[in-house]
């Protein structure tokens, strides 16, 4: 058992918009250990979401299981 950040657990990330011709960062978060990440935004009208994984707390690779959006 691994005390501390999991090595596989992304640390550092962005997350934006895509807001049809105008791409808009939501947040950017660093040093973060936790395996679930909670984020609230305004609504408003978007056809994507991006992901940048910028860095991992060890492990070679990242992988991110589930992303989920609700209105």
Avoid: W
Avoid at 4 to 12: A, F, H, S, Y
Avoid at 35 to 60: I, V
């Amino acid at each position: 058992m691994i005390r501390g950040p999991q090595p596989e657990t992304v640390r550092d990330y962005e997350l934006h918009s895509l807001e049809f011709d105008v791409v808009r960062k939501l947040v950017a978060v660093t040093g973060n250990y936790q395996r679930l990440r909670r984020h609230d935004f305004q609504p408003a009208m978007s056809h994507g979401l991006r992901l940048y994984l910028r860095s991992t707390n060890g492990a070679p690779v990242a992988r991110v299981y589930e992303l989920r959006c609700y209105a």
